[in-house]
């Protein structure tokens, strides 16, 4: 071997595969992004809630008070700062701000994965996966890009930061910063408290006390805030019928995020008690319900492993948003209606999955996991590409101003906010 090519071999191995990796995950969630947003990412759009509640009246807030806006009795942070930075510019670029805003935001737990990955054992294969799954599982449509939803992608990153290893360093105080961030962003992040506390009391050590401390804390807030305000139902159901918090479980937790838009739907139906109380549909919803236990048993056998955390988290993600989702709970009996409350946990199953699947070095079981994850990815095709329809908002925005509209169309079609350009509103609380 000549000097030459000798140099060359070390300065290529200076570049390490994990960067090397890593630039290449951050390539794929761009291209999956683009996919996902490509009717919308150039004008932007609002959602929902987004424009017709916080837009309306964090707009007629002074200064920087939208940032304690209170939306159904409790504080969605990010939500609020989202918004607010979007009053700031000509209400024609505003939903540019919240889409492009939001959807940095929602990085964050996934860059938490891309760049952690080895710390939880899971390979570059494996997380090109998580990163595919993040924008095409059935719930994502309706969470990705917008602010409302952005208390589930922090649900998300604390999640992410309970199973991890303990940190330490500098990597401690910005794990710090973002579970408080999780804990503010709303409710369901601070609703994984048991485990950070399980966590702490487990590893015996000073940090995990502390991100107990974080979480603590905002849950206390949040509380209060909802105590302050009346403990409002806001349209929730206060008791779940057992069998519909199971079959909601079965549905949108296990079978969805697993076979697909396309498929899940076939699926679901086949197995719904609640309109088919027929002796092969309790034999489908049993077995679904096996093998789900069968891969809990699979995976506590190894006794206290990240995959094993990533279920619990999952599974108690899924639980708490059945148990607080808003309105008849029979519709999350399906795989469209109400996904959004299952995105965390449905990631966090998958990253289970993902991490209790045997490293195989055999060539005939190694090709069998292969044939899986790309059978898998095949029938993801059709979510990566999925969204929910609206209007395009310049022509929205130029309709409502030449007709001198007090409302403008926003997405999902059918809502509607009050025209920025048509007066000041009066702020709701």
Known sequence: MTTRQT???V???????????SAVLWVAVLLCSFVKMRAYWQHGRFWAEEGRDFFVDIAARDGGHGLLYVFNGHLEFMTNLVVLCSTLVDPQRAPLVTTWFSWLLQLLPIGLLIHGRRQVGLSFGRALLFVLAAAAIPQS??????????????ALLAGLIAVLPSPSGAQARLFRVLLLGAGLSGIPANSLLPVFVARAVRARLRERWIQVGILAATSALQLGLLVQHGLTAEGRDVVTDPLVLWLALLAQHVVSPLLGIKLAGHAILRFNLLVNDSPASWALALAVSAAYVSLWVLVVKRRWTTSAWCLGVALLLAVFCVLTSLGNRVVLVSAETGGRYFYASNLLLLLGV????????APAPRRTWRA????????????????????AWPEAWRQARSAGAGQIAIWPRGWTMANPGAGDPEPRN
């Not at 300065?11 to 990796?21: F, G, I, K, M, Q």
């Not at 993902?354 to 070095?361: C, F, H, Q, S």
């Not at 899986?372 to 209007?391: E, K, M, Q, T």
């Open 7 to 9: 140099i060359g071999n």
């Open 11 to 21: 300065l290529r191995r200076s570049v390490s595969t994990p960067a090397r990796e």
């Open 141 to 154: 449509p309706e969470v990705w890009a917008n602010s409302i939803n952005l208390h589930f992608h922090f």
């Open 354 to 361: 993902l991490l209790a699947i045997p490293k195989v070095t």
């Open 372 to 391: 899986v994850f790309v059978l898998w990815a095949l029938l993801s095709w059709h979510g990566l590409r999925n969204y929910i329809d609206g209007p």
